[in-house]
């Protein structure tokens, strides 16, 4: 597997190029675009993380006894980059330091060798004194420090693996639970379940934050919280029960479905999971020379990206995501298949589609999907099918001679899969359907702020683009049922929220775009004409836009960047979709994408605009500086009709 190295696109030299000349500034990038496409026909841009999964890394291999730390002062340069003039770590560039985070990271150097004493670890210790002490670290930076020997596995809130037992129609059961929660969770029911400790010399453990900063959680203010805390007290006890043969079936159980899903790409193809896994093998009795679990240490490896001395750790990949959009890209700057790039990446496309989890739907027929990831094919999600379909649509497939029939049957199928996801609210979720039982948001282990997976306006908005774009008809209650959720979600300010993207402006276009075919309805006009003017209002003085992930911190309340690529490009395809394509807002806005693009036809964006879990984790795409101002300047151009020459 290549993974092109998109990455270079962020770190782009040299000034901005200062022409406004929309059709100029299209061609050039997609010069650049062409040459990032891979010989299979896909394109996959590095995902920029904060530095907790290089500190992650350090921790697993510790945990497997593999020490000395394997490009160890790779890991240190990195982390330490990262670090802050406060002494601590943030979770987005820019941000404030963040108690996870910087208690992973200090963790990290501890475990390479380096002493307390140290300058860097003497004002980390400092930032997290100023962070008010380890009382307000999650279940996961608990759970890893009691598998080094930090704390006692008492201070772990438990993961019953008897979730395992439960029906399938349980709102309680793993299937209640997001799926990457589950992927997730289910190798720590494992170990959480058997207790293992690794053996951390003491100078490398992290004593001195225990001792001096260890703290317990304040009880939860919740009735349903202060439950489930006197519900994990009880099954605390039923876990020491020496004889008891439901726990034993349960962790069978566990080990089953684990072991069913590690496959090519590892668990759910996402790092937490796959680092996991590899914990949960070890603590199972596999050895670093097992098959099995040599399998997914290969697959951590193969997300690490190494450059000037440094090693950064991807999430995952992104292969299908950045080809959809890249074709899309194409297709909108004048592109067919005729060009044997967009045929590659359609090709490659369709070579991508997996069965839907549920094959067939009610009637018997056929269902298909897409996924993220370069291979993950028991967790396709929503939105990265609708954004498939709609670039195999843009760039012409169904009535390609050669592709039509294969890309015909994918854009049925497909469609027929997201039609079957709606859930009962009218709206559509990332991954799962109807998996929003709000009582789990209490458990103790749910402080990773994603134990479900709830229609968002986002998605739900890209099932109605691609909709429209298929032309797939839908009925009346679909239609209906799609627009009452849209409608209901908007914020009193006009905006919507976004929770793939960071944040107001990523959900206000993606709900324009979809509502942009609706405005006949008096109810939806208004909407729409709301946020359109929330997007104007606030536009940056240089004519772009920007948010700060700090936007999550507070429900409602947009936080101001300096302008970025990506952001200005969603909120101009928006104002398009309204209605608003010819006004001085747009045309601000591809002046700034204009004067911003290098002479090299790139895009310099230092800040994350994608969102993993609100307020814990964030993305840097390094594909969305490129894709989506081709997207932007080549509607405007042709909005406007400015001539160009596609080659």
Same mark, same amino acid.
């Given at each position: 597997m290549?993974?092109?190295?998109?990455?270079?696109?962020?770190?782009?030299?040299?000034?901005?190029?200062?022409?406004?000349?929309?059709?100029?500034?299209?061609?050039?990038a997609v010069e650049v675009l062409l040459k990032l496409q891979?010989?299979?026909?896909?394109?996959?841009?590095?995902?920029?993380?904060?530095?907790?999964?290089?500190?992650?890394?350090?921790?697993?291999?510790?945990?497997?006894?593999?020490?000395?730390?394997?490009?160890?002062?790779?890991?240190?340069?990195h982390i330490l980059s990262r670090q802050l003039s406060d002494g601590g770590w943030n979770i987005y560039p820019g941000g404030p330091a963040e108690i996870n985070a910087t208690l992973k990271a200090y963790t990290a150097l501890k475990l390479i060798g380096l002493s307390k004493d140290e300058p860097c670890l003497v004002k980390a210790r400092e930032a997290i004194r100023g962070l008010g002490g380890l009382r307000g670290i999650h279940t996961y930076c608990r759970f890893y420090l009691a598998a080094l020997g930090q704390i006692p596995w008492s201070k772990v809130p438990d993961i019953p693996p008897e979730i395992m037992l439960l029906p399938k129609?349980?709102?309680?059961?793993?299937?209640?639970? =997001?799926? /990457?929660? #589950?992927?997730?969770?289910?190798?720590?029911? *494992?170990? @959480?379940?058997?207790?293992?400790?690794?053996?951390? &010399?003491?100078?490398?453990g992290v004593g001195e934050l225990i001792e001096e900063f260890w703290?317990?959680?304040?009880?939860?203010? =919740?009735? /349903?919280? #202060?439950?489930?805390?006197?519900?994990?007290? *009880?099954? @605390?006890?039923?876990?020491?029960?020496?004889?008891? &043969?439901?726990?034993?079936?349960?962790?069978?159980?566990?080990?089953?479905?684990?072991?069913?899903?590690?496959?090519?790409?590892?668990?759910?193809?996402?790092?937490?999971?796959?680092?996991?896994? *590899?914990?949960?093998?070890?603590?199972?009795?596999?050895?670093?020379?097992?098959p099995l679990l040599r399998d997914q240490l290969k697959e951590i490896e193969g997300l690490h990206v190494f450059e000037g001395g440094e090693v950064r750790v991807q999430p995952c990949t992104s292969h299908v995501w950045d080809t959809a959009w890249s074709l899309t890209a194409l297709a909108e700057a004048g592109f067919t298949l005729s060009h044997p790039a967009l045929r590659r990446g359609v090709v490659w496309l369709l070579s991508k589609k997996l069965p839907a989890p549920t094959a067939r739907n009610e009637r018997g027929e056929t269902m298909a999907a897409w996924s993220f990831e370069y291979q993950n094919p028991f967790f396709p999600d929503i939105d990265d099918t609708a954004a498939v379909l709609m670039a195999l649509t843009l760039a012409g497939a169904r009535t390609d001679a050669e592709l039509g029939s294969r890309a015909r049957a994918a854009i049925e199928e497909g469609t027929r899969w997201i039609r079957w996801m709606r859930n009962r609210d009218g709206g559509w979720a990332s991954f799962d359907k109807d998996v929003d039982c709000r009582i789990l948001e209490h458990v103790p282990f749910a402080d990773h702020n994603a134990i479900l997976d709830p229609s968002t306006a986002d998605i739900t908005a890209r099932v109605l683009?691609?909709?429209?774009?298929?032309?797939v008809s839908i009925t009346e209650e679909e239609?209906?049922?799609?627009?009452?959720?849209?409608?209901?979600?908007?914020?009193?300010?006009?905006s919507w929220?976004?929770?793939?993207?960071?944040?107001?402006?990523?959900?206000?276009?993606?709900?324009?775009?979809?509502?942009?075919?609706?405005?006949?309805?008096?109810?939806?006009?208004?909407?729409?004409e709301?946020?359109?003017?929330?997007?104007?209002?606030?536009?940056?003085?240089?004519?772009?836009?920007g948010e700060s992930c700090s936007s999550y911190e507070e429900p409602g309340v947009y936080q101001a960047i300096e302008s970025t690529p990506s952001q200005t490009a969603w909120a101009v395809i928006g104002l398009i979709a309204a209605g608003y394509g010819r006004g001085r807002a747009v045309k601000r806005g591809v002046g700034f994408l204009c004067r911003s693009q290098k002479s090299d036809g790139t895009w310099d964006e230092h800040v994350f605009t994608g969102t993993g879990f609100p307020r814990v984790f964030y993305l840097g795409y390094s594909m969305y500086s490129h894709n989506f101002p081709i997207i932007a300047l080549a509607r405007y151009r042709r909005l406007n009709r400015i001539k160009t020459t596609v080659s």
């Open positions: 290549i993974v092109v190295n998109a990455g270079a696109i962020r770190r782009s030299s040299g000034e901005g190029s200062g022409e406004i000349d929309p059709a100029k500034a299209v061609e050039r891979s010989r299979e026909g896909y394109w996959a841009g590095e995902l920029f993380a904060d530095a907790t999964l290089a500190a992650d890394t350090v921790i697993l291999y510790s945990f497997l006894g593999m020490n000395p730390i394997p490009r160890s002062e790779e890991y240190r340069r129609s349980l709102p309680i059961g793993l299937h209640g639970l =997001s799926s /990457w929660t #589950r992927v997730i969770v289910v190798p720590m029911m *494992i170990i @959480r379940a058997l207790e293992p400790v690794a053996k951390v &010399p003491a100078e490398r703290a317990e959680k304040p009880p939860p203010r =919740s009735r /349903w919280g #202060r439950f489930f805390l006197f519900l994990d007290g *009880i099954l @605390r006890l039923y876990g020491k029960i020496p004889f008891n &043969p439901i726990r034993s079936v349960a962790l069978k159980k566990a080990e089953e479905w684990m072991r069913r899903h590690l496959v090519e790409g590892g668990l759910g193809a996402i790092y937490p999971a796959i680092q996991n896994s *590899i914990m949960a093998l070890k603590t199972l009795g596999f050895d670093l020379d097992s683009e691609c909709f429209s774009v298929t032309g239609r209906r049922g799609a627009v009452a959720f849209l409608l209901r979600n908007q914020e009193p300010n006009g929220f976004g929770r793939w993207g960071v944040n107001y402006i990523y959900g206000t276009s993606a709900v324009l775009v979809a509502l942009s075919a609706y405005q006949g309805d008096s109810e939806v006009k208004r909407a729409v709301n946020g359109a003017r929330w997007l104007k209002s606030v536009q940056n003085e240089d004519g772009g836009w």
